[in-house]
């Protein structure tokens, strides 16, 4: 393991800070920003930041809005963003792959500190009979500035409360 | 006629060959030609330059093949996906396995017993840049040498008698994303390789490299300018007519092309009598079609080129501004058919993007496209004037745009077909094509390029064809009238190189573990085992001692392990009866095993 950041500590750096230009990962303990919901707000795309908004979850048990199938903007987009840099080794919906563990069974083992030090930071599986390796996201903007979507999104899979496949809209924008 | 005369040309070569083998003739072109001519080894990835994958050997039969069975087997101690196949060199044979890219010669007349045994030291961090499992599609041979393409990039030259390094050079650099996957090709004194990072924005390129002491011989990218290209603006053609000045950049919005993709990670060829070699390029980075306006030249593109030079001669783009992930680095294969009645010495190439090309190898003539699989829908045909496909604006993720979900598209990403090499047979004249028989829904939204990142920008969800529940066929495929002469229904994709033999059987294997033999006249099953895990390797044939054996490597992995490890996304309508067989995690698991099989 390259860096050595507590699971604690780790958990209240936000998404936003993370992404400061020019700072080591390591220089980041010292920007733990204290109130990751506005982090988060401020994190999401773009793309209906008024819907994501007014949707925001707040139960940190569960960080997603899941009614009658259908998702918050940011489950939503966390579930694109795991596209883009997690589907290739977690495969599709998180379901696992030959040589990437099910993340809809991690998450039901791993607390969201635990998850986010392992996205941040990488981990590393090289025996003789496995070579797994998993890359450090904690440079890649687009995963640590859409972490907690991701989170959300995998853990609505974890729960069961979400099914396969893409996922449709609360806010009726499919 | 032509097809008799050659075999009996084969026959003389191979019966002078015997006992010569060893024997280091002046180029390694005319050694190399003359071995892969020679039946009883299997000395390049598809068997011969024309990339065939095709054998003369008589003793395995349609009426004998049910008495196939395995004779010997082999662990590489290696759990990942395994592409590609042994090479069978005179009394040797080499295994190749994924990252960590182990290399074993083992001797044929000692029960197979480990000569040497290769591993290079690869820092473990290439693992995740690598797309789609850490596969590897094999090793070359030439003068004395194999060569081995690392996943870090690595070009290293074994002495193919001891395994010690002659020469090893870097090809490109894993901290950008680029990885090595593709089996190298000696061609006269040079040995050719291609780079993999399609999803991680590498700008691709083939390098030619002297096999003597590893000094690059020559370099050509997919896009950028002229002299990068290697292109004569004036000599290189495009559909007849000379490509012009800067017929890249003119297709790229500012410097894009510096993140370009079209990488090489697929299969070469070599025509000896016309001195041009052939391969495809890959995808344009990234997989968010709006973000990059423009034909992305020259992705997606069939290339022909001088070995000596790496100078292009002709190229075709199968599909300008990829909106779906259809690499077109396919094998090209070489072979002199009748199309539309007329003989051709035509190029044959089933793209990912469900259409069988077909063009005249000398010009680069676009003579035929036609659709291998009826499912394919996102273009209605191929325009033989213009070359470029007519797109049904409904499948068009361009048109539809970023943050729009476009739904239906036949084939998925995954392609009609992948890299999993087809067969021909010159025999029957017919091609056999491992197909994928997937659909998708593809939403692409803008990504931020970071180097060594994936820079892929598009999100997929992949299921069979409406009413329809295999992923995959196994199918017999006659240019001259560009239709499907069989078609063998497979649960899952068909991800195994294909493998055909002159007395009329044809061979593949299945990701759920099975090697089948098949009739060649009417796709009959006549055989099959099931071997310790999925097969996605290709099928080799080769003697030894008198008789006849049949290769290949099992080992569940690659996209295909992806994508159906844990079952496709069952979110559309009419796909009831995919619940039937569920996963494929269901049916096999991870394996790394060379299985041998002859008729006793």
């Not at chain 2, 070359?387 to 995954?414: F, M, W």
Request: charged residues 20%.
């Amino acid at each position: 393991m390259t860096f050595s950041i507590s699971a604690p500590i780790c958990a209240r750096i936000s998404a936003r800070a993370l992404l400061l230009p020019g700072l080591a990962l390591a220089a980041l303990l010292i920007a733990a920003n204290p109130h990751p919901a506005a982090a988060q707000a401020a994190s999401s795309s773009s793309q209906n930041q008024g819907a994501s908004q007014s949707a925001a979850p707040t139960d940190p048990e569960r960080p997603y809005i899941v009614k009658d199938g259908r998702v918050d903007f940011h489950t939503f987009n966390g579930y694109r963003r795991y596209g883009d840099n997690c589907l290739r080794c977690h495969g599709p919906d998180g379901a696992g792959s030959s040589y990437a563990p099910d993340l809809t069974d991690s998450l039901k083992h791993m607390t969201k500190e635990q998850f986010e030090e392992t996205v941040i930071n990488g981990r590393k599986n090289v025996t003789t009979a496995t070579e797994n390796v998993m890359p450090a996201f904690g440079t890649v903007p687009d995963v640590v500035e859409n972490l907690d979507d991701i989170y959300a999104y995998l853990k609505a899979r974890s729960d069961g409360v979400l099914g396969r496949g893409r996922p449709k809209r609360l806010d009726g924008e499919d | 006629m032509t097809t008799k005369n050659r075999l009996f040309a084969w026959a003389v070569l191979a019966a002078g060959l015997s006992g010569a083998v060893g024997l280091r003739p002046a180029v390694a072109n005319e050694e190399l030609e003359k071995m892969s001519q020679d039946p009883k080894q299997w000395v390049m990835p598809a068997g011969n330059y024309a990339n065939w994958r095709f054998t003369e050997l008589k003793q395995i039969t349609p009426e004998n093949a049910h008495r196939l069975h395995p004779v010997w087997t082999f662990s590489t101690g290696v759990l990942r996906g395994h592409e590609g196949g042994p090479l069978v060199v005179g009394d040797m044979m080499y295994v190749h396995t994924p990252f960590p890219n182990k290399v074993f010669a083992l001797d044929l007349n000692h029960d197979g017993r480990i000569v040497w045994a290769y591993e290079p030291k690869q820092d473990p961090n290439v693992i995740p840049v690598m797309c789609c499992d850490t596969v590897n599609r094999g090793v070359a041979y030439g003068d004395g040498k194999i060569f081995l393409h690392q996943a870090d990039t690595t070009l290293v030259a074994l002495d193919a008698k001891t395994g010690k390094v002659i020469w090893s050079v870097k090809d490109d650099d894993p901290a950008k994303g680029a990885t090595g996957t593709s089996a190298p090709l000696v061609v006269k004194d040079k040995v050719l390789v291609g780079v993999s990072g399609g999803e991680f924005g590498v700008q691709g390129h083939v390098t030619a490299y002297n096999i003597k002491d590893g000094s690059m011989a020559w370099r050509a990218y997919s896009e950028g300018p002229d002299d990068q290209l290697l292109f004569d603006p004036e000599k290189t053609t495009v559909m007849g007519k000379p490509v012009g000045k800067d017929s890249s950049l003119k297709t790229w919005e500012g410097d894009q092309w510096k993140i370009g993709g079209g990488t090489t990670w697929g299969w070469i060829s070599y025509d000896p009598k016309l001195n041009l070699v052939y391969y495809g390029s890959g995808n344009p980075s990234t997989w968010n079609p709006t973000q990059r306006p423009g034909d992305n030249k020259w992705s997606m593109t069939v290339f022909a080129r001088d070995p000596d030079t790496g100078v292009a001669k002709w190229v075709y783009q199968m599909t300008p501004h990829d909106e779906w992930d259809y690499d077109g680095i396919n094998e090209m294969i070489l072979a002199d058919v009748k199309v539309h009645g007329q003989q051709r010495h035509a190029l044959v190439h089933f793209d990912r993007n469900g259409f069988a090309y077909v063009l005249d190898r000398a010009t680069g003539e676009l003579l035929e496209a036609n659709k291998f699989d009826p499912a394919v829908n996102w273009a209605t045909k191929v325009d033989l004037t213009t070359g470029r496909p007519e797109v049904v604006p409904q499948y068009s993720t361009d048109h539809n745009g970023a943050d729009h979900n476009t739904k239906g598209i036949c084939p998925a990403a995954l392609g009609s077909k992948d890299e999993q090499p087809a067969a021909f047979s010159p025999v029957t004249g017919l091609f056999y094509v491992p197909t994928n028989h997937v659909c998708m829904d593809y939403e692409p939204y803008k990504v931020t390029y970071t180097a060594g990142q994936p820079y892929v920008g598009a999100t997929l969800s992949m299921y069979p064809p409406p009413g329809e529940n295999n992923l995959g066929n196994f199918i017999a495929y006659d240019v001259n009238e560009g239709k499907i002469v069989w078609s063998d229904p497979e649960p899952f994709s068909v991800w195994s190189g294909a493998l055909v033999t002159a007395t009329g059987v044809a061979f593949y294997g299945t990701l759920d573990g099975y090697l089948k033999a098949v009739d060649v006249k009417n796709g009959k099953l006549l055989y099959k085992f099931k071997t310790p895990s999925g097969i996605i390797g290709n099928v080799n044939a080769y003697e030894h001692n008198g008789k006849e054996y049949i290769a290949v490597l099992s080992g569940v992995g690659g996209w295909a392990g992806i994508g159906m490890a844990a079952g496709l996304t069952n979110d559309t309508d009419g796909l009831g009866a995919v619940g039937a067989y569920k996963s494929l995690s269901n049916y096999t698991q991870l394996g790394g095993v060379l299985t041998v099989f002859s008729v006793e």
